[in-house]
């Protein structure tokens, strides 16, 4: 490595600066952790969506997802641990002008907020999930969570995980979401369309994203770097839209099934909640 | 043995031409763009930033074709690309 | 529900009504303006819930069950940022699972009103009896460095009054405002008379464009202006301890900036923010201290005391939170002795000790809860601290 090297730097701005509070870049997340790269697909998938922006609303809860919102340019609320969805779901019926999201880790969505989630999709609440699943909580140092691995290594599994993890995209659907995908951090173009979708769809939508840990879950696993991560996910990742979720359970080190499993349509809390109205208006009183 | 069908139309078509473009200081060297660059167009280099990170650098600038996955797969939002020239080629979406 | 009929204008109540302590206080909050009610059924505050989901779709505003008291709180906070006053209604358990987001609130400093219809605990305890030991919790529940506004209500005219207070001072303070009611005063049925109007204390907005706003940049009164969600402000809300922008920054220095002017914003007015109530309380050589509905039997007592020829004097916290210790230490040098009846183990009585500094004796009456008071064990204390 002795090339001439050539300075790219300019003093331009980067295509999604607008959508970023760059001023607290660089953000905290470690090197080769993919929820960077998440965040970026979602912005882009806002672009996409033609949404008006100035009525989008971003809600995180705590972990290192958790600090998504602080890094979005527009309304964004970090709440307390595992809250994110009911917190999300007073601004969503307070306002029915915004469209609310919900960025968060798997440990904050689907451990301690994990009957929030299950509830939140039961009443097809309009919103978006979109839950960074990187297998532990890593902003407390690496310890078990609701997806990791059975048999997996963590700071609080250190023999092995010896509990069964929650397959998101099954736990969705059961709970009655009507839109759930399931991508990586390496599928950048089909996330940043699933997020499209799942912005524009209507009643709540989930998608997960598996995202290397390099500092943690990967590094106690002997999965390797970030890089590693993406490798596997290109070598392991089984593309299967329509599959029933139940089909989609992830082993550690086995293949990752990937796609759009639910895309249906089902009266949100709002449709019925306007029915209501309609029928009071129509009563004699 | 590869039966590779050519586009009726590869004549007529010209490739997007592109530029990369680094913000060195938010780089944290975790090689994606190097590695899932569809062209090759990055390779890693020797120069780091204040960070301690080694920066990726255009060793094949000729090659881009300003697809932008480089951006987007960045999860620093330190990489992008734009046209070259910015005349021949529209912009990306 | 009401034994007379009033003119309903756009759907709130105006008039005389025949109403229970729970039904006034969701009438209350419905005349402050509140249009978002999220909770879960709960002993003896179900009542406010069941009140709300018949009343919210008549006024356009929502109802909501959530899942549990935890997502109540939540809910109430998110619908507060999205632009709604907004309430939710519980009782001890559920009191319990509201603290760690009554801080989230205190942090992001969002209006809200958060009701506690207390019942004997701990733990679920007597559900449909009372009880009045949640006063510490409601000033020391949620971790942290912090003042709180509780207000206490002693009858169900009095619930519809300081529920809308409530509304008005969370609005003007940024902050949740808890009201400490009890089992006996939410399913007591007495007249309430709902006002043709109540005060309105509108959300303080910021006067000025998007690019200019910080979020949590405080006027000289310490308290910021709020943009809700939707206006284009793109504020960012934390629960971290964050700067004027409303970025996290997580050092000594934004600690102190921030949580000393979150605890000064209460304390610098508590003039405005303290209600008392006193009779008799000038020339008086006992003076009889509590809230609720214990204030209630206390001022029978007082009445008695009066009748055998005793100095005493009624002093009744509508403001429990901030303590207002100025008063009760002016009072404390007069006087020979404060009897503080509660229905716990003494909470506020300390804080009366504290505030007299010594200057006073003071006498708790204790109960565990379940049942109330006779007048005559308060006259008791009064003719033993009278001697």
Same mark, same amino acid.
């Given at each position: 490595?002795?090339?001439?090297?050539?300075?790219?730097?300019?003093?331009?701005?980067?295509?999604?600066?607008?959508?970023?509070?760059?001023?607290?870049?660089?953000?905290?997340?470690?090197?080769?952790?993919?929820?960077?790269?998440?965040?970026?697909?979602?912005?882009?998938?806002?672009?996409?969506?033609?949404?008006?922006?100035?009525?989008?609303?971003?809600?995180?809860?705590?972990?290192?997802?958790?600090?998504?919102?602080?890094?979005?340019?527009?309304?964004?609320?970090?709440?307390?641990?595992?809250?994110?969805?009911?917190?999300?779901?007073?601004?969503?019926?307070?306002?029915?002008?915004?469209?609310?999201?919900?960025?968060?880790?798997?440990?904050?969505?689907?451990?301690?907020?994990?009957?929030?989630?299950?509830?939140?999709?039961?009443?097809?609440?309009?919103?978006?999930?979109?839950?960074?699943?990187?297998?532990?909580?890593?902003?407390?140092?690496?310890?078990?969570?609701?997806?990791?691995?059975?048999?997996?290594?963590?700071?609080?599994?250190?023999?092995?995980?010896?509990?069964?993890?929650?397959?998101?995209?099954?736990?969705?659907?059961?709970?009655?979401?009507?839109?759930?995908?399931?991508?990586?951090?390496?599928?950048?173009?089909?996330?940043?369309?699933?997020?499209?979708?799942?912005?524009?769809?209507?009643?709540?939508?989930?998608?997960?994203?598996?995202?290397?840990?390099?500092?943690?879950?990967?590094?106690?696993?002997?999965?390797?770097?970030?890089?590693?991560?993406?490798?596997?996910?290109?070598?392991?990742?089984?593309?299967?839209?329509?599959?029933?979720?139940?089909?989609?359970?992830?082993?550690?080190?086995?293949?990752?099934?990937?796609?759009?499993?639910?895309?249906?349509?089902?009266?949100?809390?709002?449709?019925?909640?306007?029915?209501?109205?309609?029928?009071?208006?129509?009563?004699?009183? | 043995?590869?039966?590779?069908?050519?586009?009726?139309?590869?004549?007529?078509?010209?490739?997007?031409?592109?530029?990369?473009?680094?913000? @060195? &200081?938010? /780089?944290?060297? *975790?090689?994606? #763009?190097?590695?899932? =660059? $569809?062209?090759?167009?990055?390779?890693?280099?020797? !120069?780091?930033?204040?960070?301690?990170?080694?920066?990726?650098?255009?060793?094949? @600038? &000729?090659? /881009?074709?300003? *697809?932008?996955? #480089?951006?987007?797969? =960045? $999860?620093?939002?330190?990489?992008?690309?734009?046209? !070259?020239?910015?005349?021949?080629?529209?912009?990306?979406? | 529900?009401?034994?007379?009929?009033?003119?309903?204008?756009?759907?709130?109540?105006?008039?005389?009504?025949?109403?229970?302590?729970?039904?006034?206080?969701?009438?209350?909050?419905?005349?402050?303006?509140?249009?978002?009610?999220?909770?879960?059924?709960?002993?003896?505050?179900?009542?406010?819930?069941?009140?709300?989901?018949?009343?919210?779709?008549?006024?356009?505003?929502?109802?909501?069950?959530?899942?549990?008291?935890?997502?109540?709180?939540?809910?109430?906070?998110?619908?507060?940022?999205?632009?709604?006053?907004?309430?939710?209604?519980?009782?001890?358990?559920?009191?319990?699972?509201?603290?760690?987001?009554?801080?989230?609130?205190?942090?992001?400093?969002?209006?809200?009103?958060?009701?506690?219809?207390?019942?004997?605990?701990?733990?679920?305890?007597?559900?449909?009896?009372?009880?009045?030991?949640?006063?510490?919790?409601?000033?020391?529940?949620?971790?942290?460095?912090?003042?709180?506004?509780?207000?206490?209500?002693?009858?169900?005219?009095?619930?519809?009054?300081?529920?809308?207070?409530?509304?008005?001072?969370?609005?003007?303070?940024?902050?949740?405002?808890?009201?400490?009611?009890?089992?006996?005063?939410?399913?007591?049925?007495?007249?309430?008379?709902?006002?043709?109007?109540?005060?309105?204390?509108?959300?303080?907005?910021?006067?000025?464009?998007?690019?200019?706003?910080?979020?949590?940049?405080?006027?000289?009164?310490?308290?910021?202006?709020?943009?809700?969600?939707?206006?284009?402000?793109?504020?960012?809300?934390?629960?971290?301890?964050?700067?004027?922008?409303?970025?996290?920054?997580?050092?000594?220095?934004?600690?102190?900036?921030?949580?000393?002017?979150?605890?000064?914003?209460?304390?610098?007015?508590?003039?405005?923010?303290?209600?008392?109530?006193?009779?008799?309380?000038?020339?008086?050589?006992?003076?009889?201290?509590?809230?609720?509905?214990?204030?209630?039997?206390?001022?029978?007592?007082?009445?008695?005391?009066?009748?055998?020829?005793?100095?005493?004097?009624?002093?009744?916290?509508?403001?429990?939170?901030?303590?207002?210790?100025?008063?009760?230490?002016?009072?404390?040098?007069?006087?020979?002795?404060?009897?503080?009846?509660?229905?716990?183990?003494?909470?506020?009585?300390?804080?009366?000790?504290?505030?007299?500094?010594?200057?006073?004796?003071?006498?708790?009456?204790?109960?565990?809860?379940?049942?109330?008071?006779?007048?005559?064990?308060?006259?008791?204390?009064?003719?033993?601290?009278?001697?």
């Amino acid at each position: 490595m002795s090339q001439v090297e050539k300075p790219t730097v300019v003093p331009l701005e980067h295509p999604r600066e607008s959508l970023l509070r760059e001023e607290r870049l660089p953000h905290i997340w470690c090197s080769g952790c993919g929820i960077g790269t998440a965040l970026n697909c979602f912005i882009g998938a806002l672009e996409r969506s033609g949404l008006p922006l100035d009525k989008v609303a971003i809600v995180s809860g705590i972990g290192c997802t958790g600090r998504a919102a602080g890094y979005i340019k527009l309304d964004s609320f970090h709440t307390t641990h595992g809250r994110a969805i009911p917190f999300a779901t007073g601004l969503r019926l307070a306002n029915p002008e915004l469209k609310v999201v919900i960025f968060s880790g798997d440990g904050d969505l689907i451990a301690i907020g994990g009957n929030h989630f299950i509830h939140a999709a039961r009443r097809n609440i309009d919103m978006t999930v979109i839950c960074v699943n990187n297998f532990n909580y890593g902003m407390t140092g690496g310890q078990a969570g609701p997806t990791t691995p059975a048999m997996a290594k963590t700071a609080t599994s250190p023999y092995g995980n010896s509990e069964h993890p929650f397959n998101l995209p099954y736990l969705a659907a059961a709970s009655g979401a009507v839109y759930v995908a399931r991508w990586t951090t390496l599928h950048v173009r089909r996330l940043e369309r699933a997020l499209t979708e799942a912005l524009l769809k209507e009643g709540f939508s989930f998608v997960e994203v598996i995202s290397p840990c390099p500092t943690y879950f990967d590094r106690m696993n002997r999965l390797g770097e970030g890089l590693d991560m993406m490798k596997f996910y290109r070598e392991s990742s089984e593309i299967a839209h329509g599959l029933d979720p139940r089909k989609a359970d992830i082993d550690l080190g086995g293949k990752i099934i990937v796609g759009k499993f639910i895309d249906i349509e089902k009266p949100t809390y709002l449709d019925f909640q306007q029915e209501i109205q309609a029928r009071m208006e129509g009563e004699p009183s | 043995m590869n039966y590779w069908r050519k586009p009726l139309d590869i004549e007529r078509i010209k490739l997007p031409r592109g530029k990369v473009y680094l913000i @060195e &200081e938010r /780089c944290k060297g *975790c090689n994606f #763009c190097i590695e899932f =660059c $569809p062209v090759g167009v990055l390779a890693a280099s020797e !120069r780091f930033n204040a960070k301690g990170y080694h920066l990726p650098y255009p060793q094949n @600038e &000729e090659a /881009c074709t300003n *697809c932008g996955l #480089c951006e987007v797969i =960045c $999860p620093e939002f330190a990489i992008y690309s734009l046209p !070259r020239d910015g005349k021949e080629e529209e912009p990306r979406e | 529900m009401g034994r007379k009929k009033s003119p309903v204008s756009e759907g709130i109540l105006k008039g005389e009504f025949f109403m229970s302590g729970d039904i006034a206080c969701a009438e209350g909050a419905l005349s402050a303006g509140c249009r978002f009610f999220a909770g879960y059924p709960i002993t003896p505050a179900t009542e406010i819930a069941e009140r709300m989901a018949e009343r919210m779709p008549q006024l356009g505003g929502v109802y909501i069950q959530m899942e549990d008291e935890i997502a109540s709180m939540n809910a109430v906070l998110g619908a507060s940022w999205g632009g709604l006053r907004a309430m939710t209604a519980t009782s001890g358990p559920g009191f319990s699972l509201m603290m760690e987001n009554l801080g989230l609130g205190i942090m992001t400093e969002t209006p809200c009103v958060l009701v506690n219809v207390q019942r004997g605990g701990p733990s679920t305890g007597l559900p449909t009896l009372v009880g009045q030991g949640d006063m510490m919790q409601a000033r020391w529940g949620t971790h942290g460095v912090y003042e709180i506004i509780a207000l206490s209500p002693s009858s169900p005219q009095e619930f519809f009054d300081l529920t809308v207070r409530a509304f008005n001072l969370a609005e003007k303070y940024r902050i949740p405002v808890l009201v400490m009611a009890d089992e006996v005063v939410g399913h007591m049925t007495e007249r309430v008379v709902i006002p043709e109007e109540v005060p309105y204390f509108p959300r303080r907005k910021p006067n000025f464009p998007p690019g200019d706003y910080s979020s949590f940049q405080p006027g000289e009164d310490l308290i910021p202006p709020m943009a809700n969600a939707g206006e284009g402000y793109h504020i960012h809300v934390t629960g971290l301890t964050h700067d004027e922008r409303g970025y996290p920054v997580t050092d000594e220095i934004t600690q102190e900036r921030l949580v000393r002017r979150l605890v000064e914003k209460i304390r610098g007015y508590k003039k405005d923010i303290i209600i008392l109530e006193e009779k008799g309380v000038e020339g008086a050589e006992v003076v009889v201290c509590s809230y609720g509905i214990s204030a209630r039997v206390g001022l029978w007592a007082v009445e008695l005391a009066r009748r055998e020829g005793i100095k005493a004097g009624m002093l009744r916290l509508l403001t429990v939170w901030p303590f207002p210790q100025e008063r009760i230490r002016e009072v404390a040098s007069k006087v020979k002795a404060f009897v503080v009846p509660e229905i716990n183990y003494g909470q506020i009585a300390l804080e009366v000790e504290r505030s007299t500094g010594g200057r006073a004796e003071v006498i708790p009456i204790s109960h565990m809860g379940g049942g109330l008071y006779e007048p005559e064990d308060i006259l008791k204390a009064i003719r033993k601290a009278a001697r």
